[in-house]
């Protein structure tokens, strides 16, 4: 009967232990499945990014997605939005404003489209997974058929877990005081975090923003070496961090990060 016990919470471990995988595609593009199986695609930018390695430029490899997450207008996170939805069916959440010119253009069908804004959290693949939308200091504009549209305001993306892990996506940003009170709030345990710089925080920023403002427990870095201007680098960030007890994961483009590392 012991033994029949200890296999059955041996079972219950390693069944439920499984966690998280993250895989980046260079720049501010990842692919998030949750423990019970949820996919959540955020600032899909794979089939142009020179950063993806060639053999994962394939949108139907991506499998399943239930979600996709966009954080701004830019085409180096919205590139392949459109295509990646009609391809799946996933519901495609962004800031209100960008959604409506989303949806008068005719880009997106507005049963797949979640319109919302900062602060709001949502749960639109089940209530075990919460997304609350929050600040970014960015610009957002949607160019389509040759002509400029406003984008909205700039986001970035709290993702709470089945298991109430926190993830933080910084979207494009530039350091903003009140990632002191996003840090105090949401608390998250990890953050992807822009280090390259010119349109975003550099690793000098980025690493003030984490060790002074937000301070997560580990912190990947993104949105680095994709575009001649964004020279900002993991090593550079680290030094910048200086002694700390946040932990930095460097990535390379379709490297897997799992709940276990």
């Not at 877990?161 to 996506?169: D, F, S, T, V």
């Not at 460097?250 to 490297?255: D, R, T, V």
């Amino acid at each position: 009967m012991k033994k029949l016990v200890l296999f059955i919470m041996l079972f219950f471990v390693i069944t439920t232990a499984q966690g998280y995988e993250l895989q980046w595609f260079g720049q501010a593009a990842f692919k998030l499945t949750t423990e019970n199986g949820k996919v959540i695609v955020i600032d899909p930018f794979i089939l142009k990014n020179p950063k993806t390695p060639k053999q994962l430029k394939d949108l139907k490899a991506l499998g399943k997605v239930d979600l996709i997450l966009v954080s701004h207008g830019h085409f180096d996170h919205t590139a392949d939005v459109i295509e990646l939805a009609k391809l799946t069916g996933a519901k495609v959440g962004m800031n209100a404003d960008m959604g409506s010119v989303y949806q008068s253009l005719g880009l997106l069908n507005q049963d797949q489209l979640i319109r919302w804004n900062k602060s709001g959290t949502i749960t639109p693949i089940g209530e075990d997974i919460k997304i609350t939308m929050v600040r970014a200091e960015h610009s957002s504009t949607v160019k389509h058929d040759g002509h400029v549209h406003a984008g909205g305001e700039p986001v970035g993306y709290i993702i709470e877990l089945e298991n109430g892990y926190k993830i933080y996506h910084s979207g494009d940003t530039g350091v903003f005081g009140d990632m002191k009170m996003l840090g105090e709030y949401y608390q998250p345990d990890l953050a992807l975090v822009c280090i390259g710089g010119w349109f975003t925080m550099g690793p000098n920023e980025a690493a003030y923003a984490m060790k002074n403002l937000m301070k997560p427990k580990v912190v990947v870095p993104m949105h680095y070496g994709t575009f001649p201007p964004l020279k900002g680098t993991p090593e550079e960030f680290i030094q910048a961090l200086g002694e700390t007890s946040i932990k930095v994961k460097k990535m390379a483009p379709g490297e897997i990060l799992n709940s276990s590392m």
